[in-house]
């Protein structure tokens, strides 16, 4: 779910550049060319699988070690870690925590593509009211 917020957050910072740069149909075919990549299979698959290991390698942080550090920060009182590393800490949680979160990671990737079909039929609009925005604001310079 945050994959797709992010990817969506993306899309939408890089969408007004775009259209500021070029026409309506220039920037409309760019969008959607975005969007057939993101729909492609293959990307996909390769970006689930990139988010992927970057979750196992945030998962595998230790955290204990952390726990300790602070420690002086908590009065010198113990903090309690139910596991040493993030993984661990979830995995106690929801033992199934791991397999939901490759699943929505792929969830997320295949939404990316959705997302910026949208944006494409979406472009003509946004850039009209891009454009009321600038005209309303007074001239800064």
Not at 9 to 15: E, F, V
Not at 18 to 46: H, K, W, Y
């Amino acid at each position: 779910m945050r994959s797709a917020l992010f990817t969506a957050i993306a899309l939408i910072i890089a969408t007004p550049t775009i259209a500021a740069a070029q026409s309506t149909s220039e920037a409309q075919q760019d969008v959607q060319g975005m969007a057939d990549r993101l729909n492609d299979p293959s990307t996909q698959a390769a970006m689930a699988g990139a988010l992927g290991a970057v979750m196992a390698a945030m998962l595998d942080i230790r955290v204990d070690k952390m726990a300790k550090a602070l420690e002086p920060l908590n009065g010198g009182k113990k903090l309690k870690m139910k596991g040493n590393t993030l993984r661990e800490m979830a995995e106690r949680q929801d033992p199934k925590f791991e397999r939901k979160m490759e699943e929505g990671t792929k969830t997320a990737v295949r939404s990316a593509g959705s997302l910026a079909q949208a944006l494409a039929v979406m472009l003509p609009e946004l850039q009209k009211a891009a454009k009321k925005m600038g005209d309303a604001l007074p001239n800064l310079q």
